[in-house]
């Protein structure tokens, strides 16, 4: 079994008796709760290790029959006292229902006063070849004052985070806050992914922080379990021993990677009599068993299930007189002279000789309980409208939503072209946000797909929770991109800010994402001039926002995944979330770093200083990835092909850049425009912003580009008879001829960005 990680000396001896007695307590209550009942593990099989519970499926010894399978086998190491269990060497500190927690282990760097490293510990795990993933209820944090941390993983579903943590002195940590200074956390790990590397890198080398921080960590771990010391935490010599010890890491496990109904048609399928089938919400296969309500005991074990006797339970009775058990239930009934539903929270038992002044009674009650139920329903119910017409309009003062309305006042034509949507419209137009009009999941909140009463289809974005102090930021932004009028940018039809986040409402695009496209590059339509024409009116929207908007606007996140197309294959700039406006008389803001892995500006991260430029470096990476068919950024890759841009520049100064290119692009493309767009992309990444290009200029060679009518220099046609010869850029059948025919200048002076791992479709980015 593949289950691989990379833990501390310190995890196996040094802590393990001050944690036995916690871990004792929580594994004894969690397994009770779920498997009641004496059968507990397979007949003739060790129930204990140490102090760990090992319920069925999971069994004690490997190749011993106890388990069901080689997966869920225990190793009971004896050597340490109490003894320890183990699963494909990792430790098992708690078996519960569809979960397992585990033994922690960190990513630790050390630092000198001079800057260097002497000590570094990566974490690691690999659950790849296994039926067990990595949990929701996890988190990945990190500790320190200079520090940025990366967790990537790439197995049945990739992912890919990161967390910066900073601060200048020791004053300003605050214990319990894990808010960027001092302590980061990242938001929930998303379900199904089953492997992940923790890589832990500094800004400065701590030399401006040694004096209170010399060391930092980053690790995965339960997210309720981990609590944030302050400054103590730096200088504490137990950091490390005393988190393995108190937060572990949650596992979900299944049985096999058949759903429930697939499963049933087998001979191997685990749930037995009176038990119920789970699906696993992974996403991946496999199922769990439980049992069914008023059942107990073990489901994977025969004979199933055994019915619950609620009459001798005083906590689920609640029969008056006679309790009647049945499977899976129970009855209540009177004794003889009695009637009524024998229940203490019915009607109890009643003596016969009571019948009729009884009933008289309790016609009369009844009647006068109606009446008053419906004067209270009426009432509840005019009440309630108030309320919500009062939280409605309290939601739409503190989403600004008066000064939405003086700002489209004050602009002419903003009141025409802009919508203020109420909240029943757009929540009757998503169907009141079914998941099956989900579009997608972003940094900046959910996008639903919705049908307005005049049967316009829109995108409607959910966003996530506000910061107050934004609110007048917002609102301009939104007055702004509503005048935003370029057919390549995805027009703001309006919002709605009666809801408790505001709602923004798009013009809908049909056709998917670029980066779809992309890497499915053999469809028909990408040919190279449809390739160079996406390009070119990307740019020209980029252009349009940093030039020609009222005020400039930095996109921010320009990605393939934020390019759309529509139904002609035209290109649309979406996903503004995280784009700032610039004030007319300046050139760049300070902002806290925000942007997808992979299409950062080095130079941004680093200064955190935002210019206009950083939307140039990303579009660089848009435009290799058009031209190459490869991600900006995979840790699949080689070391030297893992991040495209420096891979691209080192192929023209090595003289083989047509073998980097997409084959399709090689073909269709001439000469002349391979080595311009290739000459184009390298000037975009370059690492000063000062030496790249503006949008305008990029946006005006690509024109250029789409206008080159040259010939491709090695496809002679001959149409006399409406045929084609072609002569292949060969030297001999061995030895291509490059796009180069002399070696350009070396670039000794670039070099990949530290901490940036493959984010495939995943939209990941740095928490503001």
Known sequence: MAIQKNVPLLHHVAWKCCVCFIWFTISAAQTNNILKGPNITKPGCQSRCGNLTVPYPFGIGLNSGCAIGELFEVNCNTSFSPSAAYIG????????????????????????????????????????????????????????????????????????SGCVSLCNKVEDVLSGFCSGIGCCQTSNIPPGFNFFYAYLGSLNKHTTVF??????????????????????????????????????????????????????????????????????????????????????????????????????????????????NTLGGYNCSCPEGHFGDGRKDGRGCIAKNK????????????????????????????????????????????????????????????????????????QKATNNYADE???????????????????????????????????????NEVVIL?????????????????????????????????????????????????????????????SYLHSAASKPIIHRDV????????????????????????????????????????????????????????????????????????????????????????????SMKENRLFQVLDPRVVREGTLEQLQQI???????VSLNGADRPTMKEVAMELEGLKKFNLRHPWANTNQQNGQYESTRLMVNETEPLDLYTVPLSPYSDIQPLSGQYSLDSTDSVFPA
């Not at 779809?516 to 160079?532: E, F, K, P, T």
């Not at 700032?580 to 991260?605: A, H, K, N, S, W």
């Open 89 to 160: 060497g990792i430790e098992v500190l708690e078996i519960g229902d569809g979960q397992i927690r585990v033994a922690n282990m960190l990513a630790t760097t050390c630092y000198n006063e001079t800057g260097h490293l002497v000590r570094k510990v990566d974490a690691w795990m690999n659950l790849i070849t296994s039926t067990y993933s990595f949990s929701t209820l996890n988190t990945f944090t990190i500790i320190g004052c200079d520090d940025f941390a990366v967790i990537s993983s790439s197995g049945n579903r990739n992912f890919s």
């Open 211 to 324: 004096g209170f921080n010399p060391c930092s960590y980053a690790f995965l771990g339960e997210r309720d379990k981990f609590i944030f010391r302050g400054a103590s935490d730096f200088s504490d010599p137990t950091f490390v021993r005393r988190t393995i010890g108190s937060v572990p890491i949650v596992l979900d496990w299944v049985i096999g990677n058949l759903s429930c109904s697939a499963a049933r048609k087998t001979n191997d399928y685990a749930c037995h009599s009176s038990s119920l089938c789970v699906d696993s919400d992974t996403g991946f296969g496999g199922y769990r068993c439980s049992c069914a309500p008023g059942y107990e005991g073990n489901p994977y074990l025969a004979p199933g299930c055994q019915d619950i006797n609620e009459c001798e339970d005083p906590n689920t009775n609640t029969c008056e007189k006679i309790c009647i």
């Open 355 to 426: 019948e009729f002044p009884v009933i008289k009674l309790s016609l009369g009650l009844g009647f006068g309980l109606l009446s008053l139920l419906m004067a209270v329903t009426w009432l509840y119910l005019g009440v309630k409208r108030r309320k919500i017409l009062r939280l409605r309009e309290k939601f739409f003062q503190k989403n600004g939503g008066m000064l939405l309305r003086q700002q489209l006042s004050s602009n002419e034509g903003g009141v025409e072209s802009t919508k203020i949507f109420t909240a029943e419209e757009l």
């Open 437 to 475: 009009r989900i579009l997608g999941r972003g940094g900046y909140g959910t996008v639903y797909k919705g049908i307005l009463s005049d049967k316009r289809i829109v995108a409607i974005k959910k966003s996530r929770l506000m910061d107050e102090s934004q609110i007048e930021q917002f609102i």
């Open 482 to 542: 509503t005048q935003v009028n370029h057919r390549n940018v995805v027009k703001l039809l309006g919002c709605c800010l009666e809801a408790e986040v505001p709602l923004l409402v798009y013009e809908y695009v049909s056709n998917g994402t670029l980066f779809h496209h992309i890497q499915h590059s053999r469809m028909s339509w990408m040919s190279w001039d449809n390739r160079l024409r996406i390009a070119a009116e990307t740019a020209s929207a980029l």
């Open 559 to 650: 990605k393939s995944a934020n390019i759309l197309l529509d139904e002609y294959y035209t290109a649309k700039i979406s996903d503004f979330g995280a784009s700032r406006l610039i004030p007319l008389d300046q050139t760049q803001v300070t902002t806290l770093v925000q942007g997808t892995l992979g299409y950062l500006d080095p130079e941004y991260f680093r200064t955190s200083q935002l210019t206009e430029k950083s939307d140039v470096y990303s579009f660089g990476l848009v435009l290799a990835e058009i031209v190459t068919g490869k991600k900006p950024l995979c840790m699949e890759r080689s070391e030297e092909e893992r991040n495209l841009a420096t891979f691209l520049i080192m």
């Open 678 to 684: 290739a000459e184009l992309v390298k000037s975009c």
